[in-house]
C-alpha cells in the first residue's frame, strides 16, 4: 500500500476529501500521518474523525523556518512516503524541505497560476474584475506557489456574488480535482521528471489541462 503524509493548517475539507478517496479505494493509499502547525484547528477533528495519526508541530516554537523544518522533516522522512501533500498549508516552505521531498511534494492553490501566488486571492480576482478564478495543483518547488502547474480548475464569477460565495465555488472544484490528481500519482499516471510534468495516457489530465466547472 501507498503512503501518503499531508499537511494542513485550518479547516482540512480538503483532508477530508482525501480521506473519503482512500477509504472508497478511489485513491489506492493509507493516509500515515496528518501534520498540523496549529492546534484546535477543525483539520485535526477531521482527521480523528477518520481515524488518522495525526500531530501539531507549532511553528511558532522555532526560531527559524529551518529548524521547523527540520523538525516536520524527522516526523515525515521515516514514514518513507510516496507523496506528500500539502491542503491548506499556510507556512512557506525552505529550500532543504522542498529538495528533500522532490517530486513528492505537491500544493493545491486557490487562483490560476501564475495570477495571485499567497494569500487573499479571492479578494484580488472580485476587486480586479476577473471574469474566471480557479484552482492550480502543482509540484512544489522553492518559489512561492511556484512549481510546474498539474492540473487547473477554472470558473466564471459571478460579479454581484459574495466573497464567502465564491470561496465555497472553489472548495468544490478542489474537492472535486485534487483526489483525482492524488490518485493519478500514486497509480504512476502523473510524474515529475526535471522540471516537467509526465503524464501517462492512462492519465485524467494532460500538459496544459484545464477544466471548466459550473458550480
Known sequence: MKKIVVLISGGGSNLEAIAKACQTGNIPASIELVISNQD??????????????SKVIEHNNFNSREEFDKA??????????DLVVLAGFMRILSN????ALEGKLINIHPSLLPDYP???THKQAIENGDLMHGISVHYVSNELDGGPIITQGALKIDPVQSEAKLISRIHKIEHAVYPKVIADIIKGY???QGDQVKFEAESHFGPNHMEFFNV
Not at 40 to 53: I, N, P, S, T, Y
Not at 72 to 81: D, F, G, K, T, W
Request: proline share 6%; charged share 25%.
Open 72 to 81: 516536520l522533516l524527522e516526523q515525515i522522512l521515516p514514514i518513507e512516503p
Open 118 to 120: 499567497g494569500l487573499n
Open 190 to 192: 502523473i510524474s515529475l
Open 96 to 99: 532543504g524541505f522542498t529538495k
Open 40 to 53: 484546535h484547528v477543525k483539520g485535526l477533528e477531521r482527521a480523528k474523525k477518520f481515524h488518522l495519526m
